[in-house]
């Protein structure tokens, strides 16, 4: 089984739990969420140990092993050679860029996510035909792919009816930014690649996950994940546990009607779980919307007030000019039946779960960057703003962008024609690997 992503939040947590369960894991990751906060002055929370300490740390404590190999889904080279040793059963893939401010910084940034996201997905469905045409892709998308239309959200598909005929058709989507376009452009790649070629898939449309402890992370400071509360990569609701902790209002962004599904961590890994043991069949491109609870802003902001209040706290909550465009009063109703049907047994978010997340942000206040707390650092109008410019590094960013060009023409690449044959015709160029 192959884990790609398995630095990030949720791929460490998931690669610890499968090897738990007694799976063969490699964990695959290019670190590049390590580059990018270094880019943009964000970090973790929660202090995160190194892939390396990682996976010696879990082998230590428990006996089993993950295999780490470092590199980039774009590098098709690295991803094939990786994909045609190991000929996993199953790849559960977390590997993108994954922050909606992020892609809305300006140009580049947009690029370099489309890029990277797209481009990585398309690279393991030809691995996967290559080399593996049986094995079960799971792919995390985001409810966020939707947007927040005005009828119920179906789990992935609509019967449609249009002047007396009718179709099962992929769910329409009007996605929140350029981060959620590039997911939008990876199920349609899948969807199409089960069809053509008989793959497996199932694309997970995830809500927001919330909390960091797993029966795995919880058993050393060396296997936790991590927890990021800024602008560009925390949560609204992380963003909460940490003004709470530290006495500041909570800030909601707009009117706060914003509605979104959420989900515990430990959910996550039981609807991965819970997919991987029901695959789909040939050719079939599954789609399950992953989330447990639906909440808006106010809500969350509410849970974490009455949480303090419990404590005899008072926290007050303040509005702020909302930094994206979006319905800030809006219908929500999202389906999400099928993982329930298949046994998931959610946790739901209640005033123990926000008064945990409360205790474990309190321990490293002391982390805290309170500009970075308070001020979103990009608008989805105006992209990047002087908050982001005070703290991104310039000589990083040209380092990114011109990374990003290069694995562009890596990507679009035509190899030289090969010499005539001996009728002189030469055969037509291939696009190379990469
Ligand atoms: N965290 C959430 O609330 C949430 C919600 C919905 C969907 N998702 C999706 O779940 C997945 C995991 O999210 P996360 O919060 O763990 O993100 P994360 O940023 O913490 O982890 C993603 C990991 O993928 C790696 N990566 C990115 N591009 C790569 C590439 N080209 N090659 C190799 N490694 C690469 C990064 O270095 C990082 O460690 C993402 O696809 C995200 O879009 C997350």
Redesign the pocket.
């Known amino acids: 089984m192959i884990v790609?992503?398995a630095?990030?939040?949720?791929?460490w947590p998931m690669a610890m739990h499968l090897s738990r369960l007694g799976h063969r894991v490699v964990a695959?990751?290019?670190?590049?969420?390590?580059a990018w906060d270094e880019e943009g002055g964000t970090e973790s929370l929660v202090p995160i140990a190194t892939m390396e300490q990682r996976v010696a740390r879990w082998h230590e404590l428990t006996g089993r092993t993950i295999a780490y190999e470092p590199f980039?889904?774009?590098d098709h080279d690295a991803l094939d050679a990786c994909i045609a040793r190991w000929r996993p059963d199953a790849v559960i893939h977390?590997?993108?860029?994954?922050s909606a401010p992020f892609s809305m910084v300006d140009r580049e940034h947009a690029v370099r996510t489309q890029a990277?996201n797209i481009i990585?997905n398309l690279n393991l469905l030809f691995s996967i035909q290559a080399h593996v045409p049986t094995c079960h892709l799971i792919k995390?998308g985001?409810m966020g792919e939707y947007g927040a239309p005005n009828i119920d959200i179906e789990e992935g598909y609509i019967t449609i009816e249009h002047n007396g005929r009718s179709d099962r058709l992929p769910f329409p989507k009007v996605p929140h930014s350029f981060y959620h376009l590039s997911?939008v452009a990876d199920s349609q790649n899948i969807h199409f690649a089960c069809r053509i070629w008989g793959l497996r898939a199932t694309d997970l449309n995830?809500?927001?996950?919330y909390g960091c402890e797993t029966e795995d992370t919880h058993l050393h400071p060396d296997l936790m994940t991590?927890f990021d509360y800024d602008s560009i990569w925390g949560?609204a609701l992380n963003r909460f546990c940490v003004q709470a902790a530290t006495g500041q209002p909570l800030t909601v962004y707009g009117k706060g009607g914003q509605t979104r599904g959420y989900l515990d961590i430990r959910d996550t890994m039981a609807c991965i779980t819970l997919t991987l043991d029901n695959p789909p069949d040939e050719g079939e491109c599954r789609v399950f919307n992953q989330f447990t609870e639906q909440f808006s802003l106010n809500q969350l902001a509410e849970l974490v007030t009455e949480a303090r209040r419990q404590h005899g706290q008072e926290t007050s909550v303040v509005h702020l000019p909302n930094p994206r465009v979006e319905a800030e009063e809006h219908y929500y109703n999202a389906k999400h039946t099928r993982l329930l049907d298949l046994g998931l047994q959610p946790h739901y978010l209640g005033n123990t779960l926000v008064d945990s997340l409360i205790t474990l942000v309190a321990r490293h206040t002391d982390r805290v960057d309170p500009v970075l707390l308070e001020r979103p650092s990009v608008t989805w109008r105006a992209g990047g703003n002087e908050v982001w410019r005070q703290y991104a590094r310039p000589e990083r960013r040209s380092e990114l962008a011109s990374a990003t060009a290069e694995l562009v023409g890596r990507a679009t690449r035509v190899t030289p024609a090969p010499p005539a044959g001996a009728d002189g015709i030469h055969p037509a160029p291939a696009v190379a690997a990469s």
């Open positions: 790609l992503g630095d990030g939040y949720i791929g695959v990751d290019n670190l590049a969420r390590r980039d889904l774009c977390f590997a993108e860029q994954r990277n990585g995390l985001s997911k995830q809500g927001v996950v991590r949560t």
